[in-house]
């Protein structure tokens, strides 16, 4: 029986400590949730161990080695100015009086130019305003540049004016960076970092971000600021269709210089570092989405998901090796450096810049059109609204100011295969299937151009009609409330009437008794 008692008294010990146990082990659990940083898990001992080995390991592979110079020389900013917002540019370009480097251009200068070719152009011309900088600098320069403020990071701009069709233009602008601003995504991918740990969005699990993501993100950050800042000069300076909006949705392309690498290449890298790579930390790319140069092997370009319709950033990556590129071709711009790198890419990208920010034009006039469409049903307004949705009509067609002409241009400049070659550079990807031939990249423009300019021509046909017969509602619906009211009104007035009446006749009856009889 004693026996029996101890045993009892045993299991009911080890029970107590067990419960005990999951009870600590669920309260550091919770605080390592609140808390990720301060306080470990419990198999911390491990975790940190294991997390210093694969730290280093990381930190190595994503290093970018010296002798490779990585730089970010320039960022492109692609702004489009149709016929809502073609004043807008005559005044800045007024105020800036920009022309051709000295002034020599037979056409005057780019507000004469671009005024001319809205006027009696076809489309499909080009003005080269090049080199524009600080007023404190153009002693620098040989020639006679063009003058603007320019933001602390930038040297100075490389500008170009594209008339892709006779009611949209182009302001294509190179940011010429500085060294230090330019080498800002090598300071970041050589810089060691620690994992760390972090609440996820839903609040119940911890995510466990090393170097690489760290790094990632920061390269992240490196380019949202960049882009900002194109953004910003663009929204003080040129304000057009889409700085004038949000300057995030400003169609931007970044290029990347180095010595002997193609970061864009799917041979670069192997083994672990295929996937921690620095290369593949600032941009990670299928093999099928990334354009080469049919002229130069080391010129890549990848546009971010350009075909997808929806996609919400319109941002350009490209890559130029320098190894890659001859002597021949650089030989006007200076030979091999940072400005002639900078030349070289502006000369071969410049088709394909501007035809890049048609399709982002297409896609947010698509998106407009479609947002509008859905907060203006009929079925979600009040009967106190009328007036402000009208309100809301009228500014969507002050809004949408020759969207039709635009769209119709660019569809109709589409079924030319011959105009997307002759303004863009010959760049190949490969074909998805092993057997067909590689895509070119005039031929996709055109394709992409082709389908989204189809596609809002029909929106906008369309959601016309409904704001029409929409506004023809409220009209008639307005109208009948009116005669309602008025209705009311009526009745109102014969009551106050037939009460003054009321109210006059006896006052009328003392009256005509005083006067006595009429004899």
């Known amino acids: 029986m004693a026996e029996k008692i ?13 419960r005990l146990e999951n009870f600590i082990n669920k309260l550091w659990w919770r605080v390592h949730c609140v808390f990720p940083n301060t306080l470990s898990s419990p198999f911390g001992s491990r975790d940190r161990e294991y997390e210093k080995r694969r730290d280093a390991e990381v930190n190595a592979e994503s290093r970018v080695p010296e002798e490779e110079e990585l730089r970010i020389p320039v960022v492109w900013g692609a702004e489009l100015f149709g016929p809502a917002e073609v004043e807008a540019l005559y005044e800045h370009l007024g105020r800036l009086k920009w022309s051709s480097v000295g002034g020599m ?22 003005y080269n305003v090049d ?8 002693d620098r320069w040989l020639m006679h540049p063009s003058l603007a403020q320019l933001p602390n990071e930038v040297d100075y701009l490389k500008a170009r004016f594209i008339q892709i069709t006779p009611s949209l233009t182009c302001a294509l ?79 931007t392309a970044e290029l990347l210089t180095t010595k002997t690498t193609r970061p864009l290449s799917e041979e670069v890298g192997n083994g672990a570092s295929m996937w921690s790579g620095w290369h593949r930390i600032i941009a990670n790319p299928s093999r099928f989405d990334v354009w080469t140069s049919a002229s130069c092997i080391g010129l890549q370009l990848w546009m971010a998901d350009s075909h997808r319709v929806d996609d919400e950033a319109f941002h350009m990556v490209v890559a130029l090796c320098a190894a890659d590129v001859s002597d021949e071709s650089v030989k006007y711009y200076g030979g091999h450096d940072r400005h002639a790198y900078v030349s070289y890419s502006h000369e071969h990208l410049d088709g394909v810049l501007s035809n890049y920010a048609a399709l982002a034009y297409l896609k947010e006039v698509s998106k407009d059109v479609r947002s509008s469409r859905t907060a203006l049903k009929i079925s979600k307004l009040g009967s106190r609204k009328c007036v402000q949705v009208l309100d809301q009509i009228q500014r969507f067609f002050d809004r949408s100011l020759g969207t039709p002409a635009v769209a119709g241009e660019l569809c109709s400049r589409s079924e030319n295969l011959g105009s ?59 109208s009948v409330r009116t005669q309602r009211r008025m209705e009311l009104l009526t009745i109102a007035a014969l009551i106050v009437a037939t009460c003054s009446l009321g109210i006059a006749i006896p006052a009328i009856k003392s009256w005509l008794d005083r006067l006595g009889p009429i004899t």
Not at 116 to 124: A, D, F, I, P
């Open 6 to 18: 101890g045993k009892s008294d045993i299991s009911g010990q080890f029970a107590k400590k067990s």
């Open 105 to 126: 251009s037979s056409a005057g200068n780019a507000l004469d130019w671009i005024r001319h070719q809205r006027s009696y152009g076809n489309g499909g011309g080009w």
């Open 131 to 138: 080199a524009v900088v600080r007023p404190q600098d153009r």
């Open 173 to 251: 602008i190179g940011f010429v960076l500085k060294e230090e601003v330019a080498r800002s995504y090598e300071r970041e991918l050589n810089k060691d970092r620690q994992s760390v740990r972090k609440r996820s969005r839903h609040g119940w699990s911890i995510e466990n971000l090393d170097p690489g993501h760290l790094k990632s993100d920061a390269i992240n950050s490196v380019r949202t600021e960049m882009r900002m800042l194109v953004g910003n000069w663009f929204k003080t300076n040129l304000p057009g269709y889409f700085s004038g909006r949000s300057v995030d949705r400003l169609p």
């Open 420 to 478: 997307y070659r002759h303004e863009c550079s010959k760049f190949l990807a490969p074909a998805w299937s092993k057997e067909a031939a590689p895509q070119e990249i005039a031929e996709a423009l055109k394709n992409w151009t082709n389908w989204l300019a189809t596609r809002v021509v029909a929106e906008e046909y369309s959601a016309r009609e409904h704001f029409e017969q929409l506004a023809n509602i409220l009209s008639v619906r307005e």
